[in-house]
C-alpha cells in the first residue's frame, strides 16, 4: 500500500507515548502523516533498529506472510528516523511483525515507508 492504514497511527501513538510524551507522540505522529511515502530494505530496517527478527511463525508474522501470499497489500511501515551522533537507533513506531514478514518473503524485499524526523 501507499497509504497506511487509518489504525496505524493510533498504533504508532501507543507505542511512542511509552518512550517520549504524549505531546512529542502527537508531534511524531502528525510527521508521520504528513511525510511521503518512501521505500527502503527491510534487512536495512531491521539493522538501523537493532531489532531482532522475530519468527517466521509468530502469529503477526505468519498473518502478514499469509496475506502477501494471497496477493494482499501490506501498509507501509511507520517509523522514526534514528540519530547517529546520539546513538538513538531507528524507532519501528508501528509495522515490525510487516519488516519481519517482509524480511522472510525476501530481505532485500523494498518495503513502502514512513519516516519522520526526531
Partial sequence: MDEPEEHDFPAAHDYLSLL???DEA???VA???AAATVHRKAKD???AA???LLPADNPHVANDRDKVHHGEALSPILLVRGDLA???RLEIA???HRVCASY???ENTDIPCRIADR
Avoid: C, V
Fill in 20 to 22: 517520549t510524551s504524549p
Fill in 45 to 47: 530496517i531491521l539493522r
Fill in 86 to 88: 546520539a546513538g538513538a
Fill in 104 to 106: 522472510y518473503l525476501d
Fill in 94 to 96: 508501528d509495522g515490525y
Fill in 31 to 33: 510527521r508521520l502523516a
Fill in 26 to 28: 502527537d508531534r511524531l
Fill in 50 to 52: 537493532q531489532l531482532p
